[in-house]
């Protein structure tokens, strides 16, 4: 099965957002929770900033990976 980057990124999106049953402060180390926000934002900031054509149907994103910084 391909999956296209935004299909990935959703995917990766959807991971994050439901560990820890969606609830970061049970995770184990503070610097999870941090890296999962960090992730969080630059995926918003990517999704925001997207321009796609009303008439697209599966449009692949070319995005580069986010370095969490």
């Known amino acids: 099965m391909s999956m296209t980057k935004d299909e990935l990124l959703e995917a ?3 991971i994050i957002a439901n560990a820890y049953g969606g609830d970061w402060d049970k ?3 503070p610097d999870w929770k941090l890296a999962a ?3 969080r934002d630059g995926y918003h900031e990517i999704v925001a ?3 796609i054509p009303s008439d697209a149907i599966e449009a692949p994103l ?8």
């Not at 070319?62 to 910084?69: C, Q, Y």
């Open 37 to 39: 926000e960090r992730w």
């Open 12 to 14: 990766a999106w959807g």
């Open 27 to 29: 995770a184990q180390h």
């Open 49 to 51: 900033s997207l321009k």
């Open 62 to 69: 070319d995005i580069a990976p986010f370095d969490g910084n």
